[in-house]
């Protein structure tokens, strides 16, 4: 059988208006989820810089929680917090939490 060339594979994944990144619910395929220890967070706001979904929610200058619909659970935030105030959980461990 012949392989396709890139000219008959079907179109997916297509952006065809801007701003609509909140129309797309990067959480459902996430694999491990971010969580915060409040004891530790100093509220840095580093985290909420570097998320690439802006899913760490801020109100007054503080976390107040992560958007668990779009965070597709990259762990950049957790990498870049300079406390270690954010675990990764397996989302299969999250329904225990
Ligand atoms: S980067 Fe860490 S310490 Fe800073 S606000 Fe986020 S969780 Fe808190
Ligand atoms: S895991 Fe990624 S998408 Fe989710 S809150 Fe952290 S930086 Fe944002």
Redesign the pocket.
């Known amino acids: 059988m012949k392989e396709k060339g890139w000219k008959e594979i079907p179109e997916g994944g297509l952006i065809l208006e801007g701003g609509n990144a909140s129309k797309y619910n990067t959480g459902s395929w996430r694999a491990f989820c971010p969580v915060?220890d409040e004891e530790?967070?100093?509220?840095?706001?580093?985290?909420?810089v570097y998320c690439p979904d802006s899913a760490?929610i801020v109100k007054d200058n503080k976390?107040v929680g992560i958007d668990l619909e779009h965070c597709k659970g990259c762990g950049i935030?957790a990498k870049?917090?300079?406390?270690q105030?954010?675990k990764m959980v397996p989302e299969g461990e999250m329904k225990d939490k």
């Open positions: 915060r530790k967070c100093v509220n840095c706001l580093t985290c909420w760490i976390i935030c870049q917090c300079p406390k105030a954010i």
